[in-house]
Nanobody
Framework: QVCFVESGGGLVQPGGSLSLSCAPP???????????MGWYPQAPGKQRELVAT???????NYADAVKGRLTISKDNSKKTVYLQMNSLKPEDTAVYYC?????????WGQGTQVTVSS
């Protein structure tokens, strides 16, 4: 199964920071630049929700709950998407999935756990 690979999750105290990374599988390395990328946290007992999107026009779009705290970026030369997470709150605790789409194709990652707790 083709999927992205996330990394960078872990345990952090409230107010802390984490940086997540998402790398494509080898089969889509050559087309990675055309993928629109997003990050989707899924908290226990809840559905996945889109919190950040990086379009190929540049820049990110964010859900209101994370504006000013999360920053999405995409480096096509390194074939990686990042999510910088600052001022983390306990309610940010979730498994974070990255998703890439070209419109005709959708690829998900397997997720990385982020836990915000003192």
């Amino acid at each position: 199964q083709v999927c992205f690979v996330e990394s960078g999750g872990g345990l952090v105290q409230p107010g802390g920071s984490l940086s997540l990374s998402c790398a494509p599988p080898g089969t889509i390395l050559s087309t990675f630049s055309i993928y629109i990328m997003g990050w989707y946290p899924q908290a226990p007992g809840k559905q996945r929700e889109l919190v950040a999107t990086f379009t190929n026009r540049g820049g990110g779009n964010y859900a209101d709950a994370v504006k000013g705290r999360l920053t999405i970026s995409k480096d096509n030369s390194k074939k990686t998407v990042y999510l910088q997470m600052n001022s983390l709150k306990p309610e940010d605790t979730a498994v974070y999935y990255c998703r890439g789409t070209t419109g005709s194709r959708e690829v998900w990652g397997q997720g990385t756990q982020v836990t915000v707790s003192s």
